[in-house]
C-alpha cells in the first residue's frame, strides 16, 4: 500500500515536472494567481508612513511585482536582496521592481535600511492583503501573501507571472526571460 502511494506521488511529481517545462522556459500557470494577457488591478500603497506608490505611476514602462510572505524570513531576504543586485540587468530593460508583503511599514523600512534594497518595498497591511488577493498572490490560511511574481508591460497588462513554491525562491531568471520577451518587437 505505501509503495504504491509513493509511485502515484512520484508520478504525480514527474508529470507536473513535464508540463511546467515548455521549451526550457517555466510555464506554470496557476489558476488562483492572475496569468498572462490579464490587465493588472491598479493599486495605491504605503512605502513610507506619508508616501504611497501606485502601479499607475510607472506606465509606459515595464514593471516587476514580487509579492512575498514575510520581512526577515530566509527565504525573503534571499530573494530581495538577490533582486537589489540584479536591479542593473532590471535597468536595461527600463523596468521598475515593486516588492509587496502584508507586513507593516515600519518592519518594510527597518528591513529594506538594513538589507540595502533599492526599490520600492510596499505594505499591504490595511486591509490586510488587499492588493495580494486583487493578483490572487494572499493565502487566506496563514494571512501573508504568496511567493508570485508578475511582470507587467507599459500598457498594465500582465505578460508573464509566476506562484513558486513554498520555500523557494524563485531566482531572476524567469523575470529577466519575460522582459527579454518584451524587449522584442512584436512581442
Same mark, same amino acid.
Given at each position: 500500500?505505501?509503495?504504491?502511494?509513493?509511485?502515484?506521488?512520484?508520478?504525480?511529481?514527474?508529470? !507536473?515536472?513535464?508540463? !511546467?517545462?515548455?521549451?526550457?522556459?517555466? &510555464?506554470? @500557470?496557476?489558476?488562483?494567481?492572475?496569468?498572462p494577457?490579464? /490587465?493588472?488591478?491598479?493599486?495605491?500603497?504605503?512605502?513610507?508612513?506619508?508616501?504611497?506608490?501606485?502601479?499607475?505611476?510607472?506606465?509606459?514602462?515595464?514593471?516587476?511585482? &514580487?509579492? =512575498?510572505?514575510a520581512d526577515?524570513?530566509?527565504v525573503?531576504?534571499? !530573494?530581495?536582496?538577490? =533582486? %537589489?543586485?540584479?536591479?542593473?540587468?532590471?535597468?536595461?530593460?527600463? %523596468?521598475?521592481?515593486?516588492?509587496?508583503?502584508?507586513?507593516?511599514?515600519?518592519?518594510?523600512?527597518?528591513?529594506?535600511?538594513?538589507?540595502?534594497?533599492?526599490?520600492?518595498?510596499? #505594505?499591504?497591511?490595511?486591509?490586510?492583503?488587499?492588493?495580494?488577493?486583487? =493578483?490572487? &498572490?494572499? /493565502?487566506?490560511?496563514i494571512?501573508?501573501? #504568496?511567493?508570485?511574481?508578475?511582470?507587467?508591460?507599459?500598457?498594465?497588462?500582465v @505578460?508573464?507571472?509566476?506562484?513558486?513554491?513554498?520555500?523557494?525562491?524563485?531566482?531572476?531568471?524567469?523575470?529577466?526571460?519575460?522582459?527579454? !520577451?518584451?524587449?522584442?518587437?512584436?512581442?
Amino acid at each position: 500500500m505505501k509503495t504504491i502511494s509513493l509511485q502515484r506521488n512520484r508520478r504525480k511529481r514527474i508529470s !507536473q515536472t513535464r508540463a !511546467q517545462r515548455v521549451g526550457g522556459k517555466s &510555464a506554470r @500557470r496557476n489558476p488562483s494567481i492572475l496569468n498572462p494577457g490579464r /490587465k493588472a488591478p491598479n493599486f495605491s500603497l504605503n512605502s513610507t508612513p506619508d508616501q504611497k506608490v501606485s502601479l499607475k505611476d510607472f506606465r509606459g514602462q515595464p514593471v516587476i511585482l &514580487a509579492f =512575498y510572505p514575510a520581512d526577515w524570513s530566509p527565504v525573503c531576504t534571499d !530573494q530581495l536582496s538577490l =533582486y %537589489a543586485m540584479v536591479m542593473p540587468e532590471f535597468k536595461k530593460f527600463n %523596468a521598475e521592481l515593486i516588492a509587496i508583503s502584508v507586513d507593516n511599514i515600519w518592519s518594510h523600512l527597518a528591513f529594506a535600511k538594513d538589507r540595502k534594497l533599492n526599490f520600492p518595498v510596499l #505594505a499591504d497591511f490595511e486591509p490586510k492583503g488587499e492588493v495580494s488577493r486583487k =493578483y490572487g &498572490a494572499f /493565502k487566506e490560511k496563514i494571512g501573508e501573501s #504568496a511567493r508570485a511574481l508578475f511582470v507587467i508591460d507599459g500598457e498594465g497588462i500582465v @505578460r508573464w507571472s509566476h506562484l513558486s513554491p513554498d520555500g523557494v525562491n524563485p531566482g531572476a531568471e524567469g523575470i529577466l526571460t519575460a522582459l527579454d !520577451q518584451l524587449a522584442k518587437p512584436n512581442a
